[in-house]
Structure formats: structure tokens, C-alpha cells
């Protein structure tokens, strides 16, 4: 049997916890920065949980993770 091949662009974007909670970085810190206001940014700024809709999605991706349970 092959081996399945993780999605290399699924892994430069999550980060996967000692637990097996996936992280990701949150959206709109990219580019069009000036009119936002630095406590906006500030806010964007980090890593979130993958919500559990698009877990899924992510764990076909990332086949050898260690999964997490919720």
C-alpha cells in the first residue's frame, strides 16, 4: 500500500498542540494595514483553534497528525 502524502500547503499553515488541538492564523493581517487601527491588528494578531467545521476538511490534509477528540 503507498503512503498517503500531507498536503504541503495544509502544513505550513496549521500547527498542531501537544493535545492535538489545530491552530491557525486568523484572516486579515495580510496587507491593506493602514487604515486599521493598531487594536485591530493587535486583536488579529496569534493563533485561533480550527472551528470544528472545517476539522474534517483539515485532518484529510494532514493524514499523520495525531488527532484530537472533542
Known amino acids: 500500500m503507498p503512503k498517503m502524502k500531507t498536503h504541503r500547503s495544509a502544513a505550513k499553515r496549521y500547527k498542531v498542540t501537544a493535545s492535538g488541538k489545530i ?6 493581517k495580510g496587507h491593506l494595514l493602514a487604515h486599521k ?26 493524514p499523520y497528525i495525531k488527532k484530537y477528540s472533542r
Open 23 to 28: 491552530l491557525r492564523a486568523q484572516a486579515g
Open 37 to 62: 487601527s493598531p487594536a485591530r491588528k493587535n486583536r488579529i494578531t496569534g493563533m485561533v483553534e480550527v472551528s470544528d467545521r472545517n476539522l474534517d476538511l483539515i485532518t484529510k490534509e494532514l
